[in-house]
């Protein structure tokens, strides 16, 4: 069975800053998709930024980026230029091709502060 | 947006009551979930389904059953709630080609 593991339970950033999230995972797994998903307080889960396992190049989606590291199994966030909007849960996941099944961390609770 | 609804959005009960949670979904997506989310443990699998009459447990099944007998349904009971499943519940479905699910809004659930 996979696992995803998010150390951080809590962290902040000041307004503007860059802060970066860390997820670690196991797996047996060849191929397989990483996810970031974001909770804000409406609890509404919104989809981040994907990555493909077998994809060397980072993913990137605007102001949000990933430092995949496959022989690590290490997965980071990294958010830039931090909003007040960004306040939100986040959480690491992944998913085994072969079982089309999601597995979650315990997430980060990241708070921005103005 | 996936187009997933998920009734009712809150709901308390008493222990040993039956409790049923519907999902609905719009996009004719093949694989639907079911996750409950508690502080600490993030979202855990409760059950899946990979077509109607196709299920399969996940990894915290037990006091639960789903059934799904549309594409567009997925039912997931709790025949006799009890305070430990006192959770906020999350339907999602899954893009085949992308690997994303999708989510509705989750039901609150209190057992008393």
């Known amino acids: 069975a996979q696992t995803v593991t998010q150390s951080q339970p809590e962290m902040s950033v000041q307004e503007a800053e860059t802060v970066t999230l860390s997820c670690t995972y196991d797996t047996s797994e060849s191929n397989y998709y990483l996810f970031w998903y974001k909770q804000p307080p409406s609890r509404q889960m919104i989809l981040v930024i994907r990555?493909?396992?077998?994809?060397?190049q980072n993913a990137t989606e605007n102001r949000f980026s990933v430092n995949f590291q496959k022989a690590a199994k290490s997965f980071s966030l990294k958010i830039s230029d931090s909003q007040l909007g960004d306040t939100a849960m986040y959480f690491c996941a992944s998913e085994e091709t072969s079982g089309s099944r999601l597995t979650f961390g315990e997430g980060t609770q990241l708070t921005v502060n103005p | 947006d996936a187009g997933i609804t998920q009734s009712p959005r809150h709901k308390v009960t008493e222990t040993g009551t039956p409790v049923t949670l519907r999902c609905h979904q719009t996009?004719?997506?093949?694989?639907m979930y079911w996750y409950r989310q508690d502080p600490g443990h993030g979202l855990r699998l409760i059950h899946y389904s990979y077509g109607v009459k196709d299920t399969d447990k996940g990894e915290v099944s037990d006091g639960y059953s789903v059934s799904r007998s549309k594409t567009e349904d997925f039912l997931l009971t709790l025949e006799s709630a009890t305070s430990s499943q006192t959770s906020v519940y999350f339907c999602?479905?899954?893009?085949?080609?992308?690997?994303?699910?999708?989510f509705g809004e989750g039901s609150r659930l209190t057992v008393l």
């Open positions: 999602a479905t899954r893009q085949v080609n992308t690997g994303e699910l999708f």
């Open positions: 990555q493909e396992a077998y994809k060397q």
């Open positions: 996009e004719n997506h093949r694989y």
